[in-house]
Nanobody
Framework: QVQLVESGGGLVQPGGSLRLSCAASGSIFSINAMGWYRQAPGKERALVAGIISGGTNYVDSVKGRFTISRDNAKNTVYLQMNSLKPEDTAVYRC??????????????WGQGTLVTVSS
């Protein structure tokens, strides 16, 4: 099945930056959309940023600070996070959906990478 490998999480001070990466592996015919979600302690999982052929979208709280991008040749999505705030602390997971070689739809989640913003 399609698997996602994430990297880039860690501990950073407020105002700092991190860049998350998520690479999809396995037999993939095409990718329709990629996105980053996060879940903070005691909170529901929420979409942070998404990217499709038509553009990108962000939750209001990260607009101007986060940038999502992708490398189609590498089946990789990135999340550049600048001006990080303590409230950004969460487990971040990437999500990819698309089509398998047999044309079945797939949706895959990364294992999660912890981002901690603290002094």
């Amino acid at each position: 099945q399609v698997q996602l490998v994430e990297s880039g999480g860690g501990l950073v001070q407020p105002g700092g930056s991190l860049r998350l990466s998520c690479a999809a592996s396995g037999s993939i015919f095409s990718i329709n959309a990629m996105g980053w979600y996060r879940q903070a302690p005691g909170k529901e999982r929420a979409l942070v940023a998404g990217i499709i052929s038509g553009g990108t979208n962000y939750v209001d709280s990260v607009k101007g600070r986060f940038t999502i991008s992708r490398d189609n040749a590498k089946n990789t999505v990135y999340l550049q996070m600048n001006s990080l705030k303590p409230e950004d602390t969460a487990v971040y997971r990437c999500n990819v959906n698309g089509s398998l070689p047999d044309y079945r739809h797939f949706e895959s989640w990364g294992q999660g990478t912890l981002v901690t913003v603290s002094s």
